[in-house]
């Protein structure tokens, strides 16, 4: 078969080979943290905090931490702090010179750039850290606490708290570094993957018992599912190719006629920003209902309600519309027409039909603009569809948030990404890559 000499020709590669032993060996380690609880907290009270973080936000939270949140673990915050820290660094690069000067400074600028997420990252921790303490407090029973000294407490757990975010996070960059794949987003994938199974274990214990709907319910769920995947792999996939030719230039600085050399392509995505929009839309998701919650009047507890459920309309409306508008923002940061505009003219490349310089930047500006539209009008649905799944097809919350939103696209993502490096290896050995089909070629001594 075809996919077993795939897995031998990996095998063959003593330098892949051992990529992917690190790497599996660094997201076990991972795991294994996920499960240790803080010192001074007593494993067997933890039923409501599970209870907590079986649905809405918190859930979301759960899942991203592969269920360290809801098992007071030493990993309880995950990777998230580091994330919101590296989207706080990107942000801030827009504005602040220095942060720009880093951008230009190469390799140097960037070790400099990933020193200042670091820090930022746990000063974050430092300030989650006692609210996730606090909330123990909250949800746990009197019983559950071992320490007695609650000072002593706090202050331990939220050092173990931020070393834990710092230890995953170093597992995430030695992954990058000495395995194969992007790190972060590795942790953040094993850690949504950890709790598919569960998942789809409760809701099909609840579709098979009582009227739930039998085997019958359970495969048109899982058709919708794979439904979802391909179009998440097509909404990562798609690019629209922009021809690129190229010319010599006359001795007064223009373009001869007669273009020489084959044609090339600009590849634009139709989704340029992946999945931060939803990352972005989700952190000011949690905004109405925290400053609703800050007023004790009918409205606004309605408000605070209503923005709580994240399978309610009005959530989910809000998010949608949230997520198109991230999307433009994300991509203008992202993708720079000036400077592909200016790269192209100082190589003597052309668009036909399309002069070079400004002509050339307002061009794909404006091709980058038309095909952002249907790209965040997608991403947005693929975002809002486990709501639909909820309310249409009656799925278990912690079932359905695997049915679209950040979790299913970091997932589609991650594995698309990790596939091709290994694809990448493949090739330069001279066989044929996990995404191609065919014979292994023949290695040219």
């Not at 240790?36 to 939270?61: F, H, K, R, Y």
């Not at 373009?255 to 340029?272: D, H």
């Amino acid at each position: 078969m075809k996919f077993i000499d795939t897995i031998k020709n990996i095998w063959k590669i003593e330098e892949l080979k051992n990529r992917i032993l690190v790497t599996l060996g660094l997201l076990l380690v991972y795991r294994f943290g996920a499960q240790i609880v803080l010192p001074g907290v007593d494993a067997s009270e933890l039923a409501n905090l599970g209870t907590q973080a079986q649905d809405g936000i918190l859930g979301l939270l759960n899942a991203f931490t592969g269920g360290a949140f809801a098992n007071a673990s030493v990993f309880a915050l995950g990777i998230m702090p580091y994330i919101s820290a590296s989207i706080v660094v990107q942000l801030m690069g827009i504005a602040i010179p220095y942060l720009q000067k880093l951008q230009k400074e190469g390799e140097s600028g960037r070790k400099k750039i990933n020193q200042i997420t670091r820090w930022l990252t746990i000063a974050i921790t430092l300030v989650q850290g006692p609210g996730y303490i606090y909330n123990l407090f909250a949800t746990l029973p009197a019983e559950a606490f071992v320490i007695p000294n609650q000072t002593v407490f706090v202050v331990s757990s939220v050092i173990i708290i931020s070393t834990g975010c710092v230890f995953a996070m170093w597992l995430g960059e030695k992954i990058t570094d000495k395995g194969i794949g992007n790190g972060i987003s590795l942790l953040i994938m094993v850690g949504i993957i950890a709790t598919l199974p569960q998942s789809f274990v409760q809701n099909f214990s609840s579709r098979v018992s009582g009227d739930g709907g039998g085997m019958i319910m359970v495969l048109i769920e899982l058709v919708i599912w794979f439904v979802i995947i391909l179009a998440s792999v097509l909404l990562v996939m798609a690019v629209r190719q922009i021809p690129v030719q190229y010319a010599r230039r006359t001795a007064s600085g223009g373009y001869e006629k007669n273009v020489f050399g084959s044609r090339q392509y600009i590849p634009l995505k139709l989704n340029a920003s992946g999945v931060m929009p939803i990352i972005f839309a989700q952190a000011i998701m949690f905004v109405p209902a925290a400053v609703a919650g800050l007023s004790n009047s009918e409205t606004s507890q309605g408000i605070a309600a209503a923005f709580s459920d994240i399978f309610g309309l009005w959530y989910n409306v809000l998010f949608a519309l949230l997520i198109i508008v991230f999307t433009y923002f994300y991509t203008a940061i992202t993708v720079p027409t000036n400077k592909m505009a200016d790269d192209l003219k100082r190589s003597g490349g052309f668009i036909p039909g399309i002069r070079p310089g400004s002509e050339t930047s307002e061009y794909l500006d404006r091709i980058m603009s038309q095909i952002t539209l249907p790209g965040s009008i997608f991403l947005a649905l693929i975002a809002i569809f486990p709501a639909i799944a909820v309310k249409l097809l009656n799925v278990q919350q912690g079932w359905a948030l695997f049915f679209g939103g950040t979790s299913l696209l970091i997932m589609v993502g991650v594995a698309i990404d990790t596939m091709q490096q290994v694809n990448s290896y493949l090739l330069n050995r001279h066989y044929d890559g996990l995404m191609k089909t065919g014979k292994n070629r023949k290695a040219v001594a």
